[in-house]
């Protein structure tokens, strides 16, 4: 970790710091901002975790999920608390822009920054970094980071258990994104005592009726398969927003869903916001998404799974996307699968 004793002597004392993650948060930006946030507590700071955007409703079982200030809902007291903080941890993003309205906040202060995360090319907005594209979610590297730190006997339930969640959302299950050194980290969560099961009920079976019947509409009415190109694509329009009331979040997952055909190695989701059209994008095997989210769509993420935004309008969007697709992926798209065990 770069610039880590500089850190470490830092934390040696009480500070005041904040912990960011990425707006419309997910599991690891949540699991991670909570696991750091119990671990630097006990360690007697004083921790405030601000999110740019609300947070995920079906983790609002987590230990201390009401203590996560919303920056878009408390911008007075949460623009104090920032300008006051002497350290700044921005976990689970690479680019200051993934704080959307807090980027300039944050990217002005004055306070020491340390950014842990797993996503490709980070930038270059912190004094201390932990970037590990290996990792399978920044949730185990604020495990690690942890160990670094020599404070593995400082570890408790309630640390593991919001590690525990971002692992298991960013790996799928333990589907993908996987290694022998996250497995061993896995192995010591559960001597811990950590319930897997538990866990993974509370964290895959996590749909409300409404979101189920969205998932439901998205396959039946809104996919398309593109069969030559073995890429399937999902489009939610304005309309489908207001017939469901769609908020942040409901839409969460339905991208995957895609990948479960077999022969589908790329799967988007392009949802039409209000002012923006917001692409979702993931694949299989050596095919990567990332090269495209970030060549047209300003966007990026990891090989297997990118997003991106474009300021245009919905149809063109999708047409953009069919024509990169079809132009210049088809080959990579179509050719043979070598299935090797
Ligand atoms: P999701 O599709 O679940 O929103 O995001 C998948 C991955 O792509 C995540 O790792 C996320 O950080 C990254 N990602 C999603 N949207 C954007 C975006 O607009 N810009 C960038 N740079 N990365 C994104
Ligand atoms: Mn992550």
């Known amino acids: 970790m770069q610039n880590f004793d500089q850190l470490k002597d830092l934390l040696a004392s009480p500070k005041r710091i904040v912990i960011t993650s990425h707006a419309n948060p997910d599991g690891d930006a949540l699991g991670s901002s909570l696991g750091m946030y119990h671990y630097l507590k006990k360690q007697g700071h004083r921790i405030t975790v601000i999110m740019p955007t609300e947070m995920p409703d079906f983790l609002c079982w987590m230990k201390d999920f009401d203590q996560v200030l919303v920056y878009e809902n408390t911008r007075t007291f949460s623009t104090k608390i920032v300008k006051e903080a002497e350290i700044i941890f921005a976990l689970d993003y690479n680019s200051i822009s993934r704080i959307e309205n807090m980027s300039s906040l944050v990217a002005n202060s004055t306070a020491y920054k340390v950014m842990i995360d797993h996503h ?176 047209y769509f300003n966007g990026g993420g990891h090989k297997n799974a990118s997003g991106g935004a474009i300021k245009k309008p919905f149809k063109e969007v999708i047409k953009i996307f069919k024509d990169v697709i079809n132009n210049e992926y088809k080959d990579e798209l179509t050719k043979k699968l070598m299935v090797e065990l």
């Not at 971002?166 to 005592?193: K, N, P, Q, W």
């Not at 069969?227 to 409901?250: L, M, P, W, Y």
């Not at 997952?253 to 077999?262: A, S, T």
Request: glycine share 6%.
């Open 120 to 295: 490709m090319y980070p930038e270059d907005f912190c004094q201390s970094v932990l970037s590990d594209t290996s990792a399978s979610s920044t949730c185990q590297l604020v495990y690690e980071f942890i160990e670094l730190m020599g404070d593995v006997n400082e570890l408790n339930v309630d640390i593991l258990n919001a590690l525990y969640v971002g692992i298991l959302t960013d790996t799928g299950g333990f589907r993908y994104a996987t290694s022998a050194r996250l497995f061993r980290i896995v192995a010591s969560m559960l001597e811990f005592g950590i319930d897997n099961n538990k866990l993974s009920d509370l964290v895959f079976n996590s749909y409300t009726v409404k979101s189920f019947n969205l998932l439901a509409h998205c396959i039946s009415d809104c996919l398309e398969i593109i069969e030559d190109c073995n890429t399937g694509i999902v489009a939610v329009s304005q309309a489908d927003h207001k017939r469901f009331n769609i908020q942040r979040g409901d839409l969460e997952g339905v991208v995957n869903f895609i990948l479960k055909i077999q022969k589908i190695r790329c799967a988007v989701l392009i949802t039409e916001r209000r002012e923006i059209v917001k692409l979702s994008m993931r694949s299989k095997g050596d095919f990567s998404v990332q090269k495209i989210c970030s060549t």
